[in-house]
C-alpha cells in the first residue's frame, strides 16, 4: 500500500510541473510575440518618417514656376465718372464710369465716354487722354468770349472747295472751341444768301451742334435755348 501512495504523489509532483513548465513557455512565447510585434510597428514608423523626409527633400529640389507678375500703368485721373467732357473727334461727351482693363500681362484703367448724340461709347486708357486731347468744358467766361468771334464778318478765302473743306475738318477736329468758332461763323448762311452745296451744309450742321452743346452745357442751357440764342447772333450781324 505504501508503494501506490508514493507513486500518485509522485504523478502528481510530475503533472504539477509540468503545468508550470508548460506556462513558462507559453508566457515566453506570448512575450517573444508581443516583442516581434512591437519591432514591427517601430519599423513602419521608422520607414513612414524616412519616407515622409525623403519627400519633402523632392519637393525643396522641385523649382515651382512663380505666376507670372501683371505690370500696371499708373497714369492721373484727370476726369470723374459723370463729368461732362469734350473729346475732339467727337464732341461733347460723358464719362460713365470707370473701369479696369486687362490684357496679356498688363492692367491700366479706361474712362468709358458716352456720346449721346452719335449714340457712341469708347473707351480711352488715362495714359492716352492728353495725347488724344480730351479736356474739361470750355469755362462761362471763356465761351462768352468766343460769341463775339460769331458776330465778325465772315472770311472765307478764295480757294477750291476740297482745300476749304479739308481745313475746316481740320478746325471741327482740333478740339479748340475757338477754331470750331470760326468755323461756324464762316459756313452760316442766311435764308437771303446764296445756297450752298449739301457737303457746306452737313460739314456746318457738325460744327454748329458740336458748339452749341458745349456752349449749353457751360451756360446751363438747353441745347434748344443754346441753339436758339447763338442762331440769333449769328442772324444780327
Known amino acids: 500500500m505504501a508503494t501506490t501512495k508514493k507513486v500518485s504523489t509522485k504523478k502528481k509532483i510530475i503533472k504539477k510541473t509540468t503545468k508550470k513548465i508548460?506556462?513558462?513557455?507559453?508566457?515566453?512565447k506570448k512575450k517573444v510575440a508581443v516583442k516581434k510585434v512591437s519591432k514591427t510597428k517601430t519599423a513602419k514608423k521608422v520607414t513612414k518618417k524616412a519616407a515622409k523626409k525623403t519627400v519633402k527633400?523632392?519637393?525643396?529640389?522641385?523649382v515651382t514656376p512663380k505666376?507670372?507678375?501683371?505690370?500696371?500703368?499708373?497714369?492721373?485721373?484727370?476726369?470723374?465718372?459723370?463729368?461732362?467732357?469734350?473729346?475732339?473727334?467727337?464732341?461733347?461727351?460723358?464719362?460713365?464710369?470707370?473701369?479696369?482693363f486687362q490684357y496679356e500681362l498688363v492692367e491700366e484703367q479706361l474712362y468709358v465716354i458716352q456720346f449721346f448724340q452719335d449714340k457712341l461709347t469708347i473707351r480711352v486708357p488715362f495714359i492716352k487722354a492728353k495725347m488724344i486731347g480730351?479736356?474739361?468744358?470750355?469755362?462761362?467766361?471763356?465761351?462768352?468770349?468766343?460769341?463775339?468771334?460769331?458776330?465778325?464778318?465772315?472770311k472765307i478765302k478764295k480757294?477750291?472747295?476740297?482745300?476749304?473743306?479739308?481745313?475746316y475738318d481740320q478746325k471741327i477736329n482740333s478740339g479748340d472751341i475757338k477754331q470750331l468758332s470760326e468755323v461756324v461763323r464762316d459756313l452760316f448762311r442766311k435764308d437771303d444768301q446764296t445756297e450752298?452745296?449739301?457737303?457746306?451744309?452737313?460739314?456746318?450742321?457738325?460744327?454748329?451742334?458740336?458748339?452749341?452743346?458745349?456752349?449749353?452745357?457751360?451756360?446751363?442751357?438747353?441745347f434748344e435755348?443754346?441753339?436758339?440764342?447763338?442762331?440769333?447772333?449769328?442772324?444780327?450781324?
Open 67 to 100: 505666376a507670372p507678375k501683371i505690370k500696371k500703368i499708373v497714369a492721373p485721373q484727370d476726369f470723374k465718372s459723370g463729368e461732362n467732357i469734350v473729346y475732339p473727334t467727337h464732341g461733347v461727351g460723358r464719362i460713365l464710369t470707370i473701369e479696369k
Open 225 to 237: 435755348e443754346a441753339s436758339n440764342k447763338i442762331l440769333e447772333i449769328l442772324n444780327k450781324r
Open 196 to 222: 450752298q452745296s449739301y457737303s457746306e451744309r452737313q460739314m456746318f450742321q457738325v460744327a454748329f451742334e458740336r458748339y452749341t452743346r458745349e456752349f449749353a452745357i457751360s451756360s446751363d442751357l438747353k
Open 134 to 154: 480730351l479736356r474739361n468744358i470750355t469755362s462761362k467766361p471763356s465761351m462768352t468770349r468766343t460769341l463775339s468771334i460769331l458776330k465778325q464778318k465772315q
Open 57 to 62: 527633400k523632392i519637393i525643396k529640389k522641385i
Open 22 to 28: 508548460v506556462k513558462r513557455a507559453a508566457i515566453k
Open 159 to 167: 480757294a477750291m472747295w476740297s482745300r476749304r473743306a479739308q481745313e
